[in-house]
């Protein structure tokens, strides 16, 4: 297992996420609501939904916010969301994916079109860049939850993949079809994850200059500002140094 961080950059910046909460809970919502209408409303016997409902309550989400959102999956003419992804390249020849829920396919096109054109991109045709990456489990600790050895021992014994340790946190990796089990055993040993998730994890990384990494942190900003857009992945690596330059 590894035990070098660096998470905080191959995914959009929790910062940002921070600042843009009300927008956070409304994705949120999204995903409880389509989670709850392709399987059961019940948290328990529908993982995706657990997974929904556990990311909304790390982030604070109010309980009856998520109530209404699992009540509005089984409410008559509700919005009907599908799942779309698109895959592009960014400034510096970054591979992004970008994850959708939309219940209008042509305008959420339109909008990730526009973000990528606006901000030295060009979104690619389907598989573009998915390639390079390969489809895991996601578990986010904050680092009060222990210190590298404690949750790399834990990871193990959970059955992880790979962890990366960093001063923000650590970021364990499982296969995508042991995750709810490895975030089971991990809860007993560290408790609450931050965040439990399938994610999109790059097999190379990019280092960006300052130049690039400033367009491209803008344009990762404006498709996360689309209401139809749920993650940003990509495979870039930005050193500390800009990152504090760019603020």
Known sequence: ?????????IMHRKGAQDKKRSAQFSKLSREITVAAKMGTPDPDMNPRLRLAVNN??????PKDNIQR??????????????????????????????????DNRNRTATNVRTAFSKNGGNLGASGAVSHGFERLGLIEYPASAGDEDKVLEAAIEAGADDVESGEEGHSIWTQMEALHEVAGALEAALGEAESVKLAWKPNLTVDLGEGDASTLLKLV?????????????????????IMEKLG
């Open 1 to 9: 297992m590894a035990g070098h961080s660096k998470f905080k950059n």
């Open 69 to 102: 959102a699992i009540d509005k999956a089984a409410a008559a003419g509700g919005e009907d969301y599908e799942e779309v992804r698109y895959e592009g390249y960014g400034p510096g020849g970054v591979a992004l994916i970008v994850e959708a829920l939309t």
């Open 221 to 241: 900003d404006a498709l996360e500002d689309d209401d139809d857009v749920q993650t940003v992945w990509g495979n870039y690596e930005v050193s500390d140094e």
């Open 56 to 61: 909304a309550k790390a982030l604070s989400m």
